[in-house]
């Protein structure tokens, strides 16, 4: 990281940043602030800055105590844990073998694994669902992870076999000539260099699972087991869906999601910071 | 690269078997029954089914309707793919840097990929709505009149791939920063001493080690791009008149809306013949086994 | 250091061993409450009204039945526009509803071809029904409808007052009307224009009021015959006398849109059912007494329609269905109306005898909008009242009006001429064309 910089390329590094965040951060600010302005003014001319606050935060009360948010909360934070943790093993033992060993058919197994992004997910949903109700899970969480799986694995196998294939293979060899087997040089020298590429892999694994609506809604039936973004849809697609239940029931989805992800990103960073220790 | 020789060698390749097998059975387990159902003719699920070979096919491929979609599907990812790389590449640049707030801002950048499509898509109609919209009025301050802004087919379509590149750049700025991570800074000093500017440093070195990486991203946002249903649903249904109509809208209402399970499940297997296509354009580039030929 | 071969695999086995065992039971206990629910008696009943008092009224209706039978009735819900593709994707995956609900009579018949309903009809026959609303299949019906949605307009007396102006009769009325209401950031009317169903149900009145048909006895398409074809073409150029008094956004509107827009004073005229009025006692109730209504007009002041929408039940081809067929008997016997007075002005009785029964007279919103439940009445027995909708065309329950109507050529026709000023009869010519590829 250099660190000698031009005035005018701390000024070009200010505008960039303000500009990246003001993109980035707008639309969401808007969301959070409508959402807490009385229904009333939410008719009349908007401005930049709210003239009015809602103190009795009326859109989030209907929310959350007439809806069945705090479940669907729990639902969908389950499921994309045991995704992010299923999806992690499979994906690391299916691209550190192709990475590493000499294994017929590579290309077909690679290739075959994008046939997942290749349908519309709605086509795929309904086969998926009769698959899984001959194994008793027809309405059941566990048939929603599995689905969410075959989402997350192609991507982490792509993902993590790019930094596998980058990572030169002496470091292992030198750790298997100590005699270390093959697995074992794994967790002592690929897993901490891969850091980065496996953190994203998590991340990006949790937040497919978390978005997701076409397979938690056609998997899963009972109101009790059902996630987040099938139960805001069912909110926007109730006749009363008004602005500010809608962008109140937005932030409620996304808020938690900013909670953890602020608190997580201090590890997030520190993976993504590994490997340049590592350089 | 090595056979599996130990026993331990063994053990990894059952587990490996294992996990493949699984995956891959989930995955084209039903991409084949869609396919299949391409060969019927069929109302619903729920219908009864009648064998008509090619027929759907032969139906489809002289529809006008097909190929505007195809092109309006193009159009759609490709001007998607182009700014996203680009805003991504831009955005991991800069959160390369080292500047007070780096954390917070990693932060920020991300949060468009945390949010649901449906999040987003709210959202853009209420910041665009005709009457009520923060962005209507201030497009009326500026003099532009009140826009119609889902109402002209360019510009629904601009929204539509706005939205896209807001919410997926992330994913983009992500990779390419943590594939950053791994271009060792020595190199970034040998550069510099020897008189190399910034612009010349990210071609020649930066590019060069990241592009593995790049391609591979590309190569995802492709085919998610272009099977992308979500967000354009919601924000256009395929309107107005089906100007952002694509591939994955026509699928979806055939099989969906207008009783012709077989036609758009048709439509879905040309889509991904198409893709298989271009798929397989790319691994002529990119091979898989470069590293092989080299070992 | 060394490892030798087992030593060093055993922990990552271990590791491994117990990842497998721990999804292992994992899966037990999801599944387990499956397994348990198979000993009692359950009925799955799916729901596609999502409003919660009509949930909390089907569910107290459930619990109520689970007492006195024993019998546990489930209910799921989901909005109304996926409550076709939930039906479907649980009979594909062999674990079908044993009630349902359709919104749709296209819905009812594929359903019913496919041999996936059971027959209601001596439940049905038990009482008289209003017109066009038990969809009887092979003389058999499937179907047991709840309600009525006519789609109308509403209209603000005070504005109306203000200006001197009375309710229309005629097309040149309303759009006079319209223009003198639109000043001051108030818009005189709202149309939705998008391919979707709110605008559908709510922007074609004016039309079926003149009389157009879009498929003889034959199901033939007469959209673009020399009879109905200058109806249609001043249907749209009237539309287009409208259009600048709409709101801007109109082909993004929605159901709650013009629920939003009138309860915020921005409209001076609203089409829709009763729910418009629940929703002012709600959010506006100022504005609940300043609000009239009247039907659609046509172009010479003979006669008035309104949009047709409906719901209902069926039952489903289950192993439980004689379980189900008791619980139908039971709940349309003594719940039907609760169920209906969850939202009382909206879910307008299709069943005649409700109208005179003091259960349902005695809901407080019935009694105070009285004026309002005359009119809804009135519907259904006044001569000069045209009822349609694309869905219900033709003689008898078909496929072929359901797939006019997923192509919503119609809205294209009118988008057409609004937006990009095509002539009428183009824009007749290419939807009749668009029509004719699925019939």
């Not at chain 2, 080690?209 to 979500?230: E, G, Q």
């Amino acid at each position: 990281m250099n660190t000698r910089r031009t005035a005018a390329g701390r000024i070009g590094l200010f505008i960039g940043v303000a500009l990246m965040a003001i993109w980035s951060f707008f639309p969401i600010y808007w969301m959070v602030v409508s959402s807490l302005r009385p229904e009333r003014d939410l008719f009349s001319a908007p401005t930049l800055i709210p003239k009015t606050f809602d103190r009795e935060l009326a859109s989030y009360h209907n929310l959350l105590w007439l809806t069945d948010y705090w479940q669907q909360f729990l639902n969908s934070l389950m499921v994309a844990g045991v995704v992010v943790a299923v999806s992690l093993v499979m994906s690391i033992i299916i691209s550190y073998v192709i990475s590493r060993y000499r294994v017929p058919g590579k290309s077909l197994i690679i290739g075959g694994m994008l046939y997942a992004y290749m349908f519309p997910p709605m086509l795929l949903a309904i086969p998926l669902l009769a698959i899984f109700a001959r194994w008793q899970l027809a309405d059941n969480l566990v048939g929603v992870i599995v689905a969410h799986c075959t989402m997350t694995i192609p991507l982490g196998v792509w993902l993590l076999w790019g930094f596998f294939k980058a990572m030169p293979m002496h470091l292992e060899e030198a750790a298997m000539v100590d005699g270390c087997t093959r697995v074992s040089a794994f967790f002592r020298v690929v897993l901490p260099l891969s850091l980065p590429g496996i953190v994203t892999v998590a991340i990006f694994s949790f937040l497919l699972s978390w978005t997701d609506y076409v397979f938690a809604f056609v998997l899963v039936s009972s109101d009790s087991l059902k996630t987040l973004p099938v139960g805001l849809a069912s909110i926007l697609g109730s006749f009363d869906a008004r602005w500010g239940e809608l962008m109140a029931g937005a932030t409620l989805i996304t808020l938690p999601l900013l909670i953890m992800f602020s608190l997580l990103s201090r590890y997030f960073i520190q993976g993504l910071a590994a490997g340049a220790v590592k350089g | 690269m090595q056979s599996f020789k130990t026993a331990s060698d063994r053990r990894l390749l059952v587990v490996f078997v294992v996990c493949v097998g699984a995956t891959l059975v989930l995955i084209l387990g039903p991409a084949l029954y869609a396919i299949q159902l391409s060969l019927y003719e069929a109302k619903t699920f729920v219908s009864p089914r009648t064998w008509v070979g090619l027929d759907n096919y032969a139906r489809i491929i002289v529809d006008p309707a097909f190929w505007q979609a195809l092109g309006t599907g193009l159009v759609f990812s490709i001007s998607a793919i182009v700014l996203q790389v680009v805003l991504g590449i831009a955005f991991a640049l800069l959160l390369n840097q080292a500047f007070p707030g780096r954390a917070l801002m990693r932060g920020v950048a991300i949060l468009p990929y945390l949010l649901p499509t449906v999040v987003i898509a709210i959202t853009a109609q209420w910041l665009l709505d005709g009457s009520l919209g923060l962005w209507t009025h201030w497009a009326q301050d500026i003099g532009f009149g009140r826009p119609h802004w889902f109402e002209n087919p360019v510009s629904a379509m601009t929204i539509v791939v706005l939205a896209s590149v807001w919410t997926w750049t992330p994913f983009v700025a992500v990779c390419f920063l943590a594939a950053l991570q791994t271009v060792p800074a020595s190199l970034y000093e040998a550069a510099r001493v020897d008189g190399a500017g910034a612009i010349m440093r990210f071609f020649h070195i930066t590019l060069p080690m990241v592009a593995p990486m790049l391609l591979v991203v590309i190569l995802l946002r492709s085919i998610w791009m272009f099977n992308k249903f979500d967000i354009v649903w919601l924000l256009t249904k395929g309107g107005p008149l089906n100007a952002t109509e694509h591939l994955p809208i026509l699928a979806y209402r055939k099989a969906f809306l207008q009783f012709d399970l077989g036609g758009g499940a048709t439509v879905a297997t040309l889509s991904f013949m198409l893709l298989s296509i271009l798929l397989a354009i790319y691994f002529h580039f990119v091979p898989l086994d470069e590293k092989e030929a080299r070992a | 250091m060394s490892y030798d071969d087992s030593k060093a695999a055993s922990p990552h086995n271990a590791r491994r061993r117990s990842l497998l065992v721990a999804a292992a039971s994992g899966a037990a206990v999801l599944a387990a409450p499956a397994i348990h629910a198979q000993q009692t008696k359950t009925l799955r009943f799916l729901n596609a009204e999502p409003s919660r008092d009509s949930v909390a009224a089907l569910r107290k209706a459930a619990d109520e039945y689970e007492k006195k039978t024993g019998v546990k009735v489930v209910i799921d819900t989901v909005p109304p526009d996926d409550a076709f593709g939930k039906i479907q994707a649980a009979i594909s995956s062999g674990n079908s509803y044993d009630i349902g609900t359709l919104a749709f009579a296209g819905h009812v018949l594929i359903l019913a071809e496919a041999g996936k309903l059971v027959p209601i009809t001596k439940l049905v026959d038990r009482h008289k029904w209003g017109p066009r609303i038990t969809f009887p299949i092979n003389n058999e019906h499937y179907w047991y409808p709840y309600d009525y949605n006519f789609c109308w307009l509403y209209y603000r007396k005070d504005m109306y007052q203000k200006k001197g102006l009375k309710v229309p009769d005629t097309w040149d009325e309303m759009v006079h009307n319209a223009k003198a209401l639109t000043s001051d950031g108030v818009f005189g009317s709202s149309q939705p224009l998008g391919a979707n169903s709110a605008a559908q149900w709510m922007s074609l009145g004016y039309m079926w009021a003149d009389g157009v048909a879009m498929l003889d006895d034959n199901f033939k398409l007469i959209l673009d015959s020399p009879t109905m074809k200058p109806k249609v073409v001043a249907y749209l150029d009237m539309m287009k006398a409208l259009y600048p008094t709409m709101p801007p956004g109109m082909t993004q509107a929605v159901f709650a849109t013009v629920l939003g827009q009138f309860s915020g004073s921005q409209i001076a005229h609203a089409p829709y059912a009763g729910r418009l009025m629940e929703v002012l006692e709600q959010r506006a109730p100022d504005l609940a007494d300043k609000t009239g209504f009247f039907m659609y007009p046509d172009s010479e002041g003979k006669h008035k329609a309104v949009n047709h929408g409906y719901d209902g039940w069926v039952v489903m081809d289950t192993p439980q269905r004689e379980e189900s067929l008791k619980f139908m008997e039971w709940f349309t016997e003594n719940h039907y109306i609760d169920f209906l007075h969850s939202a009382p002005l909206h879910f307008q009785p299709a069943r005649m005898d409700v109208y005179e029964d003091p259960r349902w007279l005695a809901n407080p919103l019935i009694k105070k909008h009285g004026e309002l439940v005359e009119f809804m009445k009135s519907i259904l027995t006044r001569k000069d009242v045209i009822i349609r909708s694309v869905d219900t065309e033709g003689p008898r329950v078909d496929l072929r009006p359901a797939k006019m109507f997923e192509t919503y050529a119609i809205l294209e026709a009118l988008q057409n001429r609004l937006l990009k000023d095509m002539p009428a009869a183009e824009a007749v010519d290419i939807a009749s064309a668009k029509y004719r590829t699925v019939l």
